[in-house]
C-alpha cells in the first residue's frame, strides 16, 4: 500500500493573507494545517503549532489582521507517491514534521498527514500495547492558574496542548492553542471606545500580569473533560478513541487511575516505523 492510496486533499490559503485568516481558516475547517499557495501554486505550508508559538512570543506590535503568514510559514517537504506508510513514518520522525505533501510544486496530489498513519494502523493492527509506546512525560497545569502562566508555560515547553489538573490533581481538561486562538478571535473582534480593534492588545494580554493573562484563569479558557485510555489497552484502542474524539493524542491512566503519560498520534508513527 502506498500514501497515495491513504492521502486527503489538501486545504490551501493565499500567501497574501494574515495570521487572522489563517486562524479563521483553521478554526472553521477544524484542521491542524494549510497550504499556502500563490499563483496557484503551493510555496509553503503552515501548522496549528507554527501559529500558536508565534503569536504567543513574539512581540511585534502589529495586530492580527496585519502579520502576513508569509512571516511563519515553513518550505513543503514533497515525496513521491510510492512511498510506503512504515516509510513516511520514519520519514516523518527523521525531519520532525507532522505531514507530507504528494507531488511536486507543479502537481501536488494530496498531503499525508499522522492522522492517516493513526488509520493505517487501525486497519492493519499488530499486538503492540499502549505501554510500549506512551510518552511518560507531560505537561500541566492547575486549573486555577491564571492565564499568562499556562501560556509562559506551553511556550517554555513548546507544547500545543496541556493537561488542566483540579486542587486534588485529577484531569479535568485541555488547554490547545486552538481553544486560545478562538478567544484571540473572539475578543479581537469587539472594538474599544475608540473604534480601534483590541485583538493586539488581547494577544500580549495572554502573557501579560496585568490584564487579561491574570484575571483569567486555566478553568475558564479550558476545554472541559479528557479523552482517555489505560495503560495496558491495545494501541490499535488508542488509535480508535484518537480518531473517534478527533485529538492528537489521549490521557494514559495507570491501573490506580492516576495519570501515567500520554499517547499521541507521533508515538503511534513510532511504533509503525518499529
Given at each position: 500500500?502506498?500514501?497515495?492510496?491513504?492521502s486527503?486533499?489538501p486545504?490551501?490559503?493565499?500567501k497574501?493573507?494574515?495570521i487572522s485568516?489563517v486562524?479563521?481558516?483553521?478554526l472553521?475547517?477544524?484542521?491542524?494545517r494549510l497550504?499556502?499557495?500563490?499563483a496557484?501554486k503551493?510555496?509553503?505550508?503552515i501548522?496549528?503549532?507554527?501559529?500558536?508559538l508565534?503569536?504567543?512570543?513574539?512581540t511585534?506590535?502589529?495586530?492580527?489582521?496585519d502579520?502576513?503568514?508569509s512571516?511563519?510559514?515553513k518550505?513543503?517537504?514533497f515525496v513521491?507517491?510510492?512511498?510506503?506508510?512504515?516509510?513516511?513514518a520514519?520519514?516523518?520522525?527523521e525531519?520532525?514534521v507532522?505531514?507530507?505533501?504528494?507531488?511536486s510544486?507543479?502537481?501536488v496530489?494530496g498531503?499525508?498527514?499522522?492522522?492517516?498513519?493513526?488509520?493505517?494502523?487501525?486497519?492493519?493492527?499488530?499486538?503492540?500495547?499502549?505501554?510500549d509506546?506512551?510518552?511518560?512525560?507531560?505537561?500541566?497545569?492547575?486549573s486555577?492558574a491564571?492565564?499568562?502562566?499556562?501560556v509562559?508555560?506551553m511556550?517554555?515547553?513548546?507544547?500545543?496542548?496541556?493537561?488542566?489538573?483540579n486542587q486534588?490533581?485529577e484531569?479535568?481538561?485541555?488547554?490547545?492553542?486552538?481553544?486560545l486562538?478562538r478567544?484571540s478571535?473572539?475578543l479581537?473582534?469587539?472594538?474599544?471606545?475608540?473604534?480601534?480593534t483590541i485583538s493586539?492588545?488581547?494577544r500580549?494580554?495572554f502573557?501579560?500580569e496585568e490584564?487579561f493573562?491574570?484575571?483569567?484563569?486555566?478553568r475558564?479558557v479550558?476545554t472541559?473533560?479528557?479523552?482517555?485510555?489505560?495503560f495496558?489497552?491495545d494501541?490499535?484502542?488508542?488509535?480508535?478513541?484518537?480518531?473517534?474524539?478527533?485529538v492528537?493524542?489521549?490521557?494514559?491512566?495507570?491501573?490506580?487511575?492516576?495519570?501515567?503519560?500520554i499517547?499521541?498520534?507521533?508515538d503511534?508513527?513510532r511504533?509503525?516505523?518499529n
Amino acid at each position: 500500500m502506498s500514501i497515495n492510496e491513504l492521502s486527503n486533499k489538501p486545504i490551501t490559503i493565499l500567501k497574501n493573507s494574515t495570521i487572522s485568516d489563517v486562524i479563521k481558516k483553521l478554526l472553521e475547517s477544524k484542521l491542524s494545517r494549510l497550504i499556502v499557495v500563490e499563483a496557484n501554486k503551493p510555496v509553503g505550508i503552515i501548522t496549528e503549532k507554527d501559529v500558536g508559538l508565534f503569536l504567543f512570543s513574539e512581540t511585534s506590535k502589529q495586530g492580527l489582521d496585519d502579520i502576513p503568514i508569509s512571516k511563519i510559514m515553513k518550505p513543503i517537504l514533497f515525496v513521491e507517491e510510492d512511498l510506503s506508510p512504515k516509510e513516511s513514518a520514519n520519514l516523518m520522525i527523521e525531519k520532525g514534521v507532522s505531514s507530507l505533501t504528494i507531488g511536486s510544486e507543479d502537481n501536488v496530489k494530496g498531503i499525508f498527514t499522522k492522522t492517516d498513519l493513526v488509520n493505517f494502523y487501525l486497519e492493519n493492527p499488530s499486538d503492540k500495547k499502549v505501554v510500549d509506546y506512551m510518552t511518560h512525560d507531560y505537561v500541566y497545569t492547575h486549573s486555577a492558574a491564571p492565564l499568562f502562566k499556562v501560556v509562559k508555560k506551553m511556550l517554555e515547553n513548546k507544547v500545543s496542548r496541556i493537561i488542566v489538573k483540579n486542587q486534588n490533581e485529577e484531569p479535568i481538561g485541555i488547554i490547545s492553542f486552538r481553544d486560545l486562538f478562538r478567544i484571540s478571535i473572539e475578543l479581537g473582534s469587539e472594538e474599544d471606545d475608540s473604534g480601534f480593534t483590541i485583538s493586539d492588545q488581547i494577544r500580549k494580554g495572554f502573557l501579560s500580569e496585568e490584564g487579561f493573562g491574570n484575571i483569567s484563569l486555566a478553568r475558564e479558557v479550558m476545554t472541559k473533560g479528557i479523552v482517555s485510555i489505560k495503560f495496558n489497552e491495545d494501541l490499535s484502542n488508542a488509535c480508535n478513541l484518537i480518531l473517534e474524539n478527533n485529538v492528537s493524542g489521549l490521557v494514559v491512566l495507570d491501573g490506580n487511575g492516576s495519570i501515567a503519560g500520554i499517547i499521541s498520534k507521533t508515538d503511534i508513527t513510532r511504533a509503525i516505523v518499529n
